[in-house]
């Protein structure tokens, strides 16, 4: 089972991106799929989350500006990112929780990360 991420690039303030973390494997089930970031010299921190019911969940920073969602028949997670500022520029790593076929229990999977780069 892997994560892979796409979309990252280099966009202008006011600008938006579309990031996308596809799933690949032979995978019985995925719970909650994520998005997290880490800016140059802080943190990792969670982005935005959606269950596999649609439920979804933002940082403060991004409510308004940024969508999750996600296509189970494709395994895909998606994040529309709106109105980017230069303080969005990070490293986006999505994530989730997949459970293999024939494996008991879920496991915490992890894409390889995607730049942004917002320009003022």
């Known amino acids: 089972v892997q994560l892979q991420a796409f979309g990252g690039g ?4 006011g600008g938006s991106l579309r990031l996308s973390c596809a799933a690949s494997g032979s995978i019985s089930i995925i719970t909650d799929m994520v998005w ?6 802080k943190s990792r ?7 596999s019911g649609g439920s979804t969940n933002y940082a ?3 409510k308004g ?3 999750i969602s996600r296509d189970n028949a ?3 997670v998606y994040l529309q990112m709106n109105r980017l500022k230069p303080e ?3 490293v986006y790593y999505c994530n989730a929780e997949i459970a293999p076929f024939g494996v008991a229990g879920l496991y915490d999977y ?3 990360g995607t730049l942004v780069t917002v320009s003022s």
């Open 45 to 51: 921190e969670l982005v935005a989350a959606i269950t």
């Open 10 to 13: 280099l966009v202008q303030a």
């Open 60 to 62: 403060d920073s991004v």
């Open 74 to 76: 494709k395994n895909t």
């Open 88 to 90: 969005d520029t990070a």
């Open 65 to 67: 500006r940024f969508t």
């Open 110 to 112: 992890w894409g390889q």
């Open 36 to 41: 997290h970031r880490q800016a140059p010299g």
